[in-house]
């Protein structure tokens, strides 16, 4: 039940980045089906790059982080942002993120939202 409330709130979290980033934009969005198609596509890109990919990135680049007192995880969370919407290109049912800011802007807007929503969604589980 926890995946499914993670993976809702993270295709909130990217619908609402969608609709306020220019840079970020469905590849295909005839009908309601194909864009929740796309938007469950690219969340579970990107779950699955922050489970398997960030954990390993964050280690290699530790010094940096402390170096910039955490700050370089803005980075590291645009380049999974940037990467999860190349998987979802690659099949076919994507969406497109063009550039690092666009990506950066919509790494914090996803997980800001997808927190919220999931923080809310958690609480009526309890």
Known sequence: MKFMIKLISTMAGVWVTTLLISGIRLTDDST????????????????????????????????????TLGLFSFILNALMFMLAGWISVQTHTGIMVDSFWAALLGALITSVIASLISNLLDSKED
């Open 32 to 67: 309601w089906q194909i864009t929740l198609l796309t938007l469950a596509v690219f969340s579970l890109a990107l779950i699955v790059v922050n489970k398997l990919v960030r954990p390993v990135l964050k280690l290699l680049s530790l010094p940096l982080l402390v170096l």
